[in-house]
């Protein structure tokens, strides 16, 4: 897709498969002299600097092959280092250094040592994936922050789709002979790439809101939140993501040439594929929507906010995301501000009947007056936001919405 987006013809495919393949069988030798996955490698570098590291003499894309990473493509093709790891990384040495060195227990114990404090040997396995709530243990993702890294996805997919409804993809002149088979690879590229930035950066954006950055190398600071800067950054890019039309649906010159019965227009109705490409579009962002407001989530602002004796402002701040400013009358984006709105509602709901139970029962097992506090302040934002609404749809979101703060329990 990065190829594509940036428009390269003279990319030679066995020299980049070929690549591909080496860094697959080092992963897989990894393995086999007892390598665990390391998903931490990725963040080696900063993102700017990648492509200029990989140039320098044993230059890597990651500090450890047994990372997942995808073909590393520079947005500008004069940037392009390498796209694959091309040998062992850093941390990779040092396990085989540690594992197979013939020595006596002191000089292990000097070996184990050099890892301390060292940033470049931190590892995170599928444990920890699985486990943890850090974002950087996570396969598939690239640089020191990868909200940095998705935006650049999200030019990328951006351009890629822009490309593909301009008939510039490379080699398509090979299925013009069979129509049909063009127009299901034109579709199936258009779903891969939507697919692929919100199944990875959809979830990665949440994990950067409410995270912690576990560091086995400090050992005086084993985890500690995200830095401010960056979870705001992945709030303010996941919000732009739910708004974004270029992040929804494939261009309209594609739809058109993928239409049923092969015809120049787009049909309406229930099975029409204009509206299955728009009921897709929001089933990705809803998923993400339920995603911030997963009880794990929740119970992370919170915890995070009373680390750093604030308050959590995650759910005020994606509501202002969408409605500021108000959307006009595109038909997807009205339909994700009135998903958002129907969980806060549901949410607020949720805490209030929580908040009964818990007064008969017992402190719940995370703070939920935190919670409730904040769906009433973002449906208050809402509520706000809409008073200059004139769409009949957005005037119905504000009365449910103030409806909904009426009637909550005192």
């Not at 050099?114 to 993702?141: M, Q, V």
């Not at 979830?203 to 576990?214: C, F, K, N, S």
């Not at 919000?239 to 040439?257: E, F, H, V």
Request: proline content about 4%; glycine content about 8%.
């Amino acid at each position: 897709m990065g190829l594509t987006a940036r428009g390269d013809v003279d990319i030679d495919s066995k020299t980049f498969v070929e690549a591909g393949l080496m860094d697959v069988v080092a992963h897989e030798v990894g393995h086999t002299l007892g390598l665990r996955h390391n998903f931490r490698a990725s963040a080696l570098h900063k993102l700017e600097e990648i492509h200029a590291a990989t140039r320098r003499e044993r230059g890597r894309v990651a500090s450890s092959v047994m990372d997942y990473i995808a073909p590393v493509v520079a947005e500008d093709q004069a940037d392009q280092g390498k796209y694959f790891m091309d040998g062992v990384g850093l941390y990779d040495a040092f396990c085989i250094k540690y594992g197979y060195a013939v020595v006596d227990d002191g000089a292990l114990r000097a070996i184990a040592a050099e890892a301390d404090g060292n940033p470049t040997l931190a590892r995170s396995d599928d444990g920890d994936k699985e486990a943890s709530n850090d974002p950087k243990a996570r396969p598939y993702d690239l640089s020191q922050d990868a909200t940095e890294w998705c935006a650049m996805q999200q030019r990328v997919t951006k351009k890629f789709l822009v490309r593909l409804g301009d008939g510039a993809v490379v080699g398509r002149e090979t299925l013009d002979a069979v129509y049909v088979r063009r127009r299901e690879y034109e579709r199936a590229a258009a779903s891969r790439a939507l697919n692929a930035w919100w199944s990875k950066c959809g979830e990665l954006l949440v994990l950067y809101m409410r995270g912690l950055d576990y560091d086995r190398t400090d050992y005086e600071e084993l985890s500690k939140p995200i830095p401010p800067a960056t979870r705001q950054r992945a709030l303010e890019l996941l919000g732009s993501a739910w708004r974004d039309p270029g992040l929804a649906l494939p261009p309209l010159s594609l739809l058109k040439r993928s239409a049923a019965f092969d015809d120049d227009v787009n049909k309406w109705g229930l099975a029409s594929d204009y509206d299955l490409w728009l009921q897709a579009a929001l089933g990705r962002r809803t998923r993400s929507m339920d995603d911030v407001l997963a009880v794990t989530s929740l119970r992370w602002y919170d915890t995070i906010a009373w680390l750093e004796e604030g308050t959590p402002a995650v759910l005020s701040s994606l509501t202002d995301k969408l409605l500021r400013p108000l959307p006009g009358n595109d038909v997807l984006e009205t339909a994700t501000v009135s998903a958002w709105l129907e969980r806060l509602r549901s949410l607020l709901s949720d805490a209030q009947n929580a908040t009964a139970f818990e007064l008969a029962q017992g402190p719940a097992p995370f703070g939920l007056a935190s919670v409730r506090g904040g769906a009433r302040a973002a449906l208050g934002v809402a509520v706000d936001a809409l008073g200059a609404a004139t769409a009949p749809e957005l005037l119905r979101e504000a009365a449910m919405a103030s409806r909904a703060l009426d009637a909550e329990l005192v």
